[in-house]
């Protein structure tokens, strides 16, 4: 995304996954890959409080992703409407839903507008649609 230019990911597989079956290390090179250097993201639940919505990273569990670092957008030029783009503490909300897996790789999964709310849990609409 323009916010993040030049880069907010990379991917490729780890050296401990080189012994991993080749359908093992395509699931992890299908992923968006894991913050480049400098970048910090973390994936927040949509109805959270701002410090207590942090999702675990068990490549389940899924949440908007935020995303900083020295080359990520601080704001819109000339866009106050936009401002709740951003955090307090300087995250940008990317509107990109996914899930992080132990090695920190992001799987995006899903837009944040396009959730479906069902008992209470946020539900992906593609994963909806899959069922």
């Not at 994936?43 to 207590?52: G, H, Y």
């Not at 942090?54 to 601080?74: C, F, K, L, M, T």
Request: glycine residues 10%; proline residues 8%; contains cysteine.
């Amino acid at each position: 995304m323009t916010e993040t230019t030049p880069i907010g990911t990379c991917g490729g597989l780890r050296p401990h996954m080189s012994n991993w079956p080749d359908d093992k290390k395509y699931d992890a090179r299908a992923k968006q890959g894991w913050p480049a250097p400098f970048v910090e993201i973390r994936l927040m639940r949509p109805d959270a409080p701002e410090d207590q919505g942090e999702v675990p990273w068990d490549g389940v569990s899924s949440g908007e992703i935020e995303i900083r670092g020295p080359w990520v957008a601080a704001k819109y030029h000339e866009s106050p409407d936009q401002a709740h783009r951003w955090t307090t503490d300087g995250w940008f909300r990317t509107g990109d839903v996914a899930t992080m897996d132990e090695d920190g790789y992001v799987k995006i999964v899903d837009r944040a507008k396009d959730l479906v709310k069902s008992g209470g849990e946020w539900i992906s609409s593609v994963d909806l649609e899959t069922h």
